[in-house]
């Protein structure tokens, strides 16, 4: 668990992109909503957080049903025609990919919806390699996401296949 209190970049602007980078720590500091996901225990219950504030509902997928695949992305509406999120989540990824490759795939809904609802299925499959560390675009977003979340990864994007 890294203390990011002692991060000398925490608070400042990120050298990529100019937005600020903020510890799960700092904004606790600073009026956070006292119910956010940052207020969740471990990384990965901060980005479940995240997830279900926005109805995206996250499934484990067992080894041998995901084809090599580190998630699937994909579209449903519910009984109420609200579209609802769906990420496939591999179960055998160790904690850190898990970690990474959940929040590019949370990324990729927020921020690349178009391309995502204009695949044709409006389905998408990560990758489970990662790919160089992204500047933009929801390689960087997923980046930021967990850096709040108290994770610092080499690189937080990964291959994409659209169906
Ligand atoms: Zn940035």
Not at 104 to 133: C, H, M, N, Q, W
């Amino acid at each position: 668990m890294f203390d990011s209190t002692a991060d000398p970049l925490d608070g400042k602007p990120c050298a990529d992109c100019g937005v600020p980078l903020q510890s799960f720590e700092l904004a606790r500091r600073s009026g956070y909503d006292p119910n956010g996901p940052l207020w969740q225990p471990t990384i990965l219950t901060r980005l479940f957080g995240f997830t279900t504030s926005i109805d995206i509902h996250v499934y484990d997928v067992a080894q041998e049903d995901t084809d090599g695949l580190g998630a699937a992305i994909a579209a449903g509406y519910t009984k109420n025609n609200d579209l609802r999120g769906l990420i496939f989540l591999a179960k055998d990824l160790d904690y850190n990919l898990r970690v990474d490759i959940l929040a590019f795939a949370f990324a990729i809904y927020i921020a690349d919806t178009t391309r995502f609802l204009a695949s044709p299925l409006s389905y998408i499959a990560v990758g489970r390699e990662r790919s160089k560390p992204a500047r933009q675009g929801p390689g960087h977003l997923a980046w930021h996401i967990l850096w709040s979340c108290g994770r610092k990864t080499s690189s937080a994007t990964f291959d994409l296949e659209f169906f």
